[in-house]
């Protein structure tokens, strides 16, 4: 009975400091005191013979010199002791880094009927790809406030009975991904190719705002994973396909209030990776035949400016409707203080620091440090009251 009294006592204490004084500085403070439970992540053991290795090898160097993993490579056999059977696997990333680390980035290809945690089909990449604790804590926030986001946590990799390797671990957008949620509908993407294609050939400085618009006005549309469904298909992309082209409305094809939640808190997550032409993913919902956004590759980091501010015309076709305009500023203005955020981390502090403290125990160097919320909410703050 005292220990409850204690902690509502403590739970009023901390919803008092984090409405009356900056919200982050109150978790931060936090941070250093309340204990982080025990968290003991699973273990995944492959298993391949020297002919594999050999194949493994000879495809890392076929991408020695170049400066991404492109074309994707092929899946090699391999066996999953968990599992109790053989599963496919190929190497995984954009950038080489994902190669070069010894915890080299990976797909984990399953049988139908044989999956791992529920999953066909599942990447595992050294967390630094991933800025370390970030991801995790940004997919573990969009789920809670009702978004579609992805399964992601850490684990053990042992490959051969090597020494255990720490992986972060995402669940693949796929047929799957729908079925798992009992989501009715169909996923869609931009063609990402022409542009790493074009990347192969050239090293530019930078990536302008005229070149990432050139590929997205070109890139075709299309589906992910196989379909049943041609004809929602068929209207998915002939809707995404006219609303790019300046035809169709943002709010006459996507989910409002949702899609402007999302583009909000990508702001205040600096997670505009995320929802680059060439990342951002589509979910077309059959049953009210609105688009919706998934959380993926966040690359949660600082931010100069909030994505209307930006020059890329994929922002600049959701905000030239003024009435998903007003619903994102809104949804803006009311994250801009970080309060909401901040009881999100407190409420989550406990687990949140058991996974970091696993990952400084694997890797002493790893960043993080959630600090850059904090200037996050300043520049919507700075926008929003300008």
């Not at 599992?83 to 990976?106: A, M, N, P, T, V």
């Not at 630094?128 to 997919?139: G, K, Q, T, W």
Request: hydrophobic share 35%; charged share 30%.
């Amino acid at each position: 009975m005292k220990k409850t009294r204690w902690i509502i006592f403590g739970l009023s204490v901390t919803v008092f400091l984090v409405f009356y004084f900056k919200p982050y500085t109150v978790y931060h403070s936090l941070n250093s005191i309340i204990p982080s439970t025990e968290f003991v992540p699973d273990t995944l053991h492959l298993n391949w013979n020297k002919k594999v290795s050999l194949k493994l090898e000879s495809i890392k160097n076929s991408y020695k010199g170049k400066r991404y993993m492109f074309p994707k490579p092929s899946y090699i056999k391999v066996f999953v002791d968990e599992l109790k059977d053989s599963s496919k696997i190929r190497f995984k990333g954009d950038y080489l880094s994902h190669l070069r680390r010894k915890e080299w980035s990976f797909r984990l290809k399953n049988k139908k009927k044989n999956k791992w945690k529920g999953n066909k089909k599942i990447n595992f990449h050294h967390p630094r790809e991933r800025l370390d604790i970030n991801e995790y804590v940004f997919h573990r926030y969009m789920k809670e406030s009702g978004h579609l986001a992805l399964d992601y946590d850490f684990t053990i990799v042992i490959k051969n009975n090597d020494k255990p390797q720490l992986y972060a671990y995402e669940e693949c957008i796929d047929r799957n991904y729908l079925k798992k949620r009992n989501l009715k509908g169909v996923l869609l993407r931009f063609d990402e190719a022409p542009f790493f294609n074009w990347m192969m050939y050239f090293v530019p400085d930078s990536f302008p705002a005229t070149l990432i618009n050139r590929f997205y006005k070109s890139s075709k549309i299309l589906s992910i994973g196989k379909l049943k469904n041609q004809n929602l298909l068929d209207e998915a992309k002939r809707k995404l396909s006219n609303w790019r082209k300046g035809n169709l409305k943002t709010s006459e094809i996507f989910n409002i209030e949702k899609t402007a939640d999302f583009l909000a808190l990508s702001d205040i997550w600096g997670a505009h990776h995320g929802v680059g032409f060439n990342n951002i993913r589509f979910f077309y919902n059959s049953d009210n035949h609105k688009f919706e956004l998934i959380a993926t590759d966040a690359n949660s980091c600082l931010i100069g400016n909030v994505l209307i501010d930006q020059s890329y015309q994929l922002f600049k076709t959701f905000f030239s409707d003024e009435k998903f305009k007003k619903s994102y500023l809104s949804k803006l203005n009311s994250y801009k203080d970080g309060r909401e955020i901040s009881v999100f981390l407190l409420k989550n502090i406990s687990e949140i620091k058991s996974r970091v403290k696993l990952l400084e125990k694997y890797y002493p160097n790893s960043d993080n440090n959630l600090a850059y919320l904090h200037y996050n909410f300043e520049v919507a703050k700075l926008f929003i009251d300008r």
